[in-house]
């Protein structure tokens, strides 16, 4: 992407990993039970435990991203 902003232009919300996975993506929605994330990147959503997320560092984005 050629914003001046990167990635964080592309994630305005909260951008989470899933800790089972390793698959990162943005917070969607979030309840007492867990949270929705969808990907960075084309696929589909998932539901992921709340005890088994935790907010992703820049590198993990930078990753994430880089694997369109």
């Known amino acids: 992407m050629s914003s001046e ?3 964080r232009a592309r994630t305005s919300q909260r951008v989470m990993v899933d800790t089972r996975s390793g698959q990162v993506g943005r917070l969607i929605e ?3 039970d867990g949270m929705v994330l969808e990907p960075l990147t084309p696929g589909p959503e998932w539901s992921v435990p709340s005890r088994y997320a935790r907010a992703a560092t820049p590198e993990e984005v930078a990753a994430a991203l880089t694997e369109e």
């Open 30 to 32: 979030r309840d007492t």
């Open 5 to 7: 902003y990167g990635w």
